[in-house]
């Protein structure tokens, strides 16, 4: 789902820096605040599980393949802020190391993906938790990937209205909304049931950790 | 500090590359990249192209088949939107490779540590993966069909869950046991 540099211009990144930008300082801030021998060892362990699992394809009928974002599970293991920054933290790696995503797309990709997805992720848990945890579970890590999919869409489809050149070609992303939206929502919704079962998996193996631990327990209290 | 200036360097030189639309500066510029590369520019070249065609080639594709069908000039914009892509990918596996992270964003000591682990895991488990992935491809004498994919990326995703829990706490335990958390109260 996450741009590469080059499609996204300056109209677009450069306020997107802005807003995540304050989110990433809030953000560091909260943390740590709360930093405990069990918190940042995890979380850091868990980016590093989010940018593997980010590598695993699934098979789509046609030939082509999707991967899962993991947006959904972080973001009801370790809340809405942790997720944003872990998976801020998974797409700085992938541009500076493996030069997947890219530096301009960055701040796009961590609000669309870390926050917009994390808080439809939250907002789908707490919705459904009380009727059945694993219901809850499928539907944050579907909801996650399906609204950030739309973000991306809207993003995208943007460019050719923000930025042309005098022959009226378009300067960056080519198309608009009208194919955007169809092309990355679609495979995204069923991409949302493959995320949906990693959040449902990771739900069931690992312990929510939005709440810090009292203080003065070890990390044999996580 | 020669990290930093490097990272300062690498992000000013991706963003002017986002304000050049002339496709002949655009490709100078991406000339000159390749050049400075020096014995490493056919790696640089190879690794950009392999990280930028599967979203590149999408785009392209689908502007020209538009583009034809519309009956309009699709030239110069596709050459204008791969030079730049291909540039700025470059320009990441030129520079950036050359910039040791840890050091670059040292600025904040939390985000620093959550990096070196992440890297240090994200290192550890890349291989993991690609050793899962040739361990399928080696025991599977034909090709390999879409349920079994499936499984194999169920079974992958769950044994990473359950390692990176184990991971974490491990990590946490020989931090404490080290007094790391008693040096940031």
């Given at each position: 789902?996450?741009?590469p540099?080059?499609?996204?211009?300056p109209q677009?990144y450069?306020?997107a820096?802005g807003?995540?930008g304050v989110?990433w300082?809030?953000?560091?801030?909260?943390l740590r605040?709360?930093?405990?021998?069990?918190?940042?060892?995890?979380?850091?362990v868990?980016?590093?599980?989010?940018?593997?699992l980010?590598?695993?394809?699934?098979?789509l009928p046609?030939?082509?393949?999707?991967h899962?974002?993991g947006?959904?599970?972080?973001?009801?293991l370790?809340g809405?802020?942790?997720?944003?920054?872990?998976?801020?933290l998974?797409?700085?790696?992938?541009?500076l190391?493996?030069g997947d995503?890219g530096?301009?797309?960055?701040?796009?990709?961590?609000?669309?993906?870390?926050?917009?997805?994390?808080l439809?992720?939250?907002?789908?848990?707490?919705?459904?938790?009380?009727?059945?945890?694993?219901?809850?579970?499928?539907?944050?890590?579907?909801?996650?990937?399906?609204?950030?999919a739309?973000?991306?869409a809207?993003?995208?489809?943007?460019?050719?209205?923000?930025?042309?050149?005098?022959?009226?070609?378009?300067?960056f992303f080519p198309?608009?909304?009208?194919?955007t939206?169809p092309?990355?929502?679609l495979p995204?919704?069923v991409?949302?049931?493959?995320?949906?079962a990693?959040?449902?998996?990771?739900g069931?193996?690992?312990?929510?950790?939005?709440?810090?631990?009292?203080?003065?327990?070890?990390?044999?209290?996580? | 500090?020669?990290d930093?200036?490097?990272?300062?360097?690498?992000?000013a030189?991706?963003?002017a590359?986002?304000f050049v639309?002339?496709?002949?500066?655009?490709?100078?510029?991406?000339?000159?990249?390749?050049?400075?590369?020096?014995?490493?520019?056919?790696r640089?070249?190879?690794r950009?192209?392999r990280?930028?065609?599967?979203f590149?080639a999408a785009?392209?594709?689908g502007?020209?088949a538009a583009s034809?069908?519309?009956?309009?000039?699709?030239?110069?914009?596709?050459?204008?939107?791969?030079?730049?892509?291909l540039?700025?990918?470059?320009?990441?596996?030129?520079l950036?490779a050359?910039?040791?992270?840890q050091?670059?964003?040292?600025f904040?000591?939390?985000?620093?540590?959550?990096?070196?682990?992440?890297v240090s895991?994200?290192?550890?488990?890349r291989?993991?993966h690609?050793d899962?992935?040739l361990a399928?491809?080696?025991?599977?004498?034909?090709?390999?069909?879409?349920?079994?994919?499936?499984r194999?990326?169920?079974?992958?995703?769950a044994?990473?869950?359950r390692?990176?829990?184990?991971?974490?706490?491990?990590?946490?335990?020989?931090?404490?046991?080290?007094?790391?958390?008693?040096?940031?109260?």
């Amino acid at each position: 789902m996450h741009v590469p540099d080059g499609f996204l211009g300056p109209q677009t990144y450069l306020p997107a820096y802005g807003v995540a930008g304050v989110m990433w300082a809030a953000g560091l801030r909260r943390l740590r605040a709360r930093l405990d021998a069990a918190t940042l060892p995890r979380l850091a362990v868990v980016t590093a599980a989010a940018f593997v699992l980010m590598m695993i394809t699934v098979p789509l009928p046609g030939g082509t393949t999707v991967h899962v974002a993991g947006i959904g599970m972080l973001a009801v293991l370790f809340g809405v802020w942790n997720a944003f920054l872990s998976l801020s933290l998974v797409f700085l790696l992938q541009a500076l190391l493996f030069g997947d995503g890219g530096v301009t797309a960055l701040p796009v990709n961590a609000l669309a993906m870390g926050l917009v997805g994390s808080l439809a992720a939250v907002g789908a848990y707490g919705l459904l938790r009380r009727w059945s945890r694993d219901a809850a579970l499928f539907a944050a890590g579907w909801a996650g990937t399906v609204a950030a999919a739309l973000v991306m869409a809207g993003v995208l489809g943007l460019q050719p209205l923000l930025s042309r050149a005098p022959d009226g070609s378009p300067l960056f992303f080519p198309f608009g909304w009208r194919t955007t939206l169809p092309a990355v929502v679609l495979p995204h919704l069923v991409v949302g049931v493959a995320d949906g079962a990693l959040a449902l998996l990771a739900g069931r193996f690992l312990a929510p950790q939005t709440a810090p631990p009292p203080p003065g327990r070890g990390p044999e209290a996580a | 500090m020669k990290d930093r200036a490097l990272l300062l360097l690498y992000l000013a030189a991706i963003v002017a590359a986002t304000f050049v639309h002339d496709p002949a500066r655009l490709a100078a510029a991406l000339a000159a990249v390749l050049l400075l590369s020096g014995r490493r520019a056919p790696r640089v070249l190879g690794r950009a192209l392999r990280a930028a065609a599967p979203f590149a080639a999408a785009v392209s594709l689908g502007w020209l088949a538009a583009s034809w069908w519309q009956e309009r000039p699709a030239g110069a914009a596709l050459l204008r939107l791969n030079l730049r892509v291909l540039l700025m990918t470059c320009l990441t596996f030129a520079l950036a490779a050359r910039i040791d992270l840890q050091r670059a964003l040292g600025f904040s000591r939390t985000l620093r540590f959550a990096l070196v682990l992440a890297v240090s895991q994200v290192l550890t488990f890349r291989r993991l993966h690609a050793d899962f992935r040739l361990a399928l491809r080696c025991r599977s004498p034909r090709r390999v069909s879409t349920a079994t994919a499936l499984r194999h990326g169920a079974a992958t995703g769950a044994w990473f869950l359950r390692r990176a829990e184990h991971d974490a706490g491990e990590i946490a335990q020989a931090l404490d046991a080290r007094g790391f958390f008693l040096d940031q109260r």
